[in-house]
T-cell receptor, first 119, second 109 residues
Framework: GAVVSQHPSRVICKSGTSVKIECRSL??????MFWYRQFPKQSLMLMAT?????????EQGVEKDKFLINHASLTLSTLTVTSAHPEDSSFYIC???????????????FGPGTRLTVL | GQQLNQSPQSMFIQEGEDVSMNCTSS?????WLWYKQDPGEGPVLLIA?????ELTSNGRLTAQFGITRKDSFLNISASIPSDVGIYFC?????????FGDGTTLTVKP
């Protein structure tokens, strides 16, 4: 299967600061990347979908100016939580699908997640 | 939009028992996926199903793509303590995945 990495795995920041989370596809070209948010004991909540080189498509209720997504290359997407507040504390997980060696994946592969704590 | 009903929400079983969970939808999906999420980790793909009626195994795990394309089940045989976690189903159409709410599995030694 394809490998997706995320960095950092944990981050603690002060209220009002911005935090950037990186998501990388290690052995395939991620044409589409997804960002999810997950609260304790709850399911995955899709925040946005991004295609390489295009603007991200945000789900209803997700503030695009608050959660900036950049997908500038086929192996890297970033999520920046701007002016973070305690209510932004959560587990953020990226996911990707794409191609490898000319074949397309029909599955989504997930990163290990980033635990954000805003004090 | 498309929605998945995943059941049961949680299961508490004894080590060695078999487990079954399923997902149903009012919509048709072209692909069904099953993931497992360990605490503090991202979901890991367990099994992918691509054709109606397909039955696929991965070790002690067996999953089936329902004939109607509106449902799928996952069975775990002879459960062990490391099977604990949250299991998610996902139906996929046209590059978009819809996830179930998850089944939390607890295995007592």
């Amino acid at each position: 299967g394809a490998v997706v990495s995320q960095h950092p795995s944990r981050v603690i920041c002060k209220s009002g600061t911005s935090v950037k989370i990186e998501c990388r596809s290690l052995d395939f070209q991620a044409t589409t990347m997804f960002w999810y948010r997950q609260f304790p004991k709850q399911s995955l909540m899709l925040m946005a979908t991004s295609n390489e080189g295009s603007k991200a498509t945000y789900e209803q209720g997700v503030e695009k100016d608050k959660f900036l997504i950049n997908h500038a290359s086929l192996t890297l997407s970033t999520l920046t939580v701007t002016s973070a507040h305690p209510e932004d504390s959560s587990f953020y997980i990226c996911s990707a699908t794409g191609t490898s060696g000319g074949s397309s994946y029909n599955e989504q592969f997930f990163g290990p997640g980033t635990r954000l704590t805003v004090l | 939009g498309q929605q998945l009903n995943q059941s049961p929400q949680s299961m508490f079983i004894q080590e060695g028992e078999d487990v079954s969970m399923n997902c149903t939808s009012s919509s048709i999906f072209n692909t069904w996926l099953w993931y497992k999420q360990d605490p503090g980790e991202g979901p890991v793909l367990l099994i992918a199903l691509y054709k109606a009626g397909e039955l696929t195994s991965n070790g002690r795990l067996t999953a089936q793509f329902g004939i109607t394309r509106k449902d799928s089940f996952l069975n775990i045989s002879a459960s062990i303590p490391s099977d604990v976690g949250i299991y998610f189903c996902a139906g996929r159409n046209a590059g978009k995945s819809t996830f179930g709410d998850g089944t939390t599995l607890t295995v007592k030694p």
